[in-house]
């Protein structure tokens, strides 16, 4: 159980050499920077972490940040894979945002709560009993993962050089950066830059710029009394009629009616 600050910040990524991680988000949202790509929690969110993946995570809130955080060995799954195979226990693991319904949160925090008494009581049988747990624990997500086709499509990014700009736009979303900057930055020509971008994107520079505006537009709406021309201005948008289309148009809401239903 681990409540870091709000703001806390990876400054380099780590990797978990020989074990596992499920870390289940119990408030606070979080942008997790991997090397298949970039990612988004929310509470009540399971995040799970392969071996051998590089991974940090940023603040996107200031709201508190509490985790419940496991990491375990290939041994403590390997009967569960027996059962469930291979192909769908990778599926699991590498799904670094994974969505379950409001049922599955309280069977999977209560599980959780539970795996964390027995541990503090380092009985001989502790072990075995927490193994146990696991496998409960990772049907439980199997059973009750959730329709995430509401969130924003973060794509999978091969390309390094674009993975490295797409880093660069999420840390400096305020200042607006343009894909002249952009390219300049990652050492290619403004044509080269877009071209490859929509390739590993999926979407022009202008459209991934407005999705994540409008992203951290919905969390300033959520978690600040921030006024809706403040926001605006603060993301870079010329004026609030036209950050209001936007985001209408990427949310088929208003940022009024938005904030009034969170």
Do not use: W
């Not at 978690?223 to 936007?246: M, Q, R, W």
């Not at 990427?250 to 969170?262: C, D, N, Q, V, W």
């Amino acid at each position: 159980h681990i409540c870091p600050d709000s703001k806390y910040n990876m400054q380099s990524s780590d990797i978990y050499q020989n074990y596992y991680g499920l870390s289940y988000i119990i408030s606070g949202e979080r942008k997790i920077i991997t090397t298949n790509g970039i990612y988004f929690v929310y509470p009540g969110n399971i995040s799970f972490v392969d071996i051998g993946l590089y991974q940090r995570t940023e603040p996107l809130s200031t709201q508190p940040y509490e985790i419940y955080e496991i990491r375990f060995s290939y041994d403590a799954v390997k009967d569960l894979i027996d059962i469930i195979g291979r192909d769908q226990f990778h599926a699991l693991i590498s799904n670094i945002s994974c969505h379950i319904t409001a049922e599955g949160q309280q069977l999977v925090c209560h599980i959780m709560k539970e795996m964390l008494k027995e541990s503090k009581k380092c009985l001989p049988e502790s072990q075995l009993l927490l193994v146990g747990m696991l496998h409960q624990l990772l049907f439980a997500v199997l059973r009750n993962q959730a329709d995430s086709s509401y969130l924003p499509d973060i794509p999978k990014i091969e390309d390094t050089l674009i993975m490295t700009a797409i880093s660069y736009i999420d840390q400096h979303i305020y200042e607006n950066p343009t894909a002249l900057e952009v390219s300049r930055l990652v050492g290619l020509s403004y044509s080269q830059f877009s071209r490859r971008f929509k390739q590993a994107v999926d979407c022009t520079y202008s459209n991934y710029l407005n999705q994540m505006k409008i992203l951290y537009s919905q969390l300033l709406l959520t978690n600040t009394h921030n006024p809706i021309e403040k926001i605006a201005s603060d993301l870079g948008f010329c004026n609030s009629n036209y950050f209001c289309n936007v985001f209408h148009r990427y949310s088929e809401i208003s940022p009024t009616g938005y904030r009034k239903l969170h």
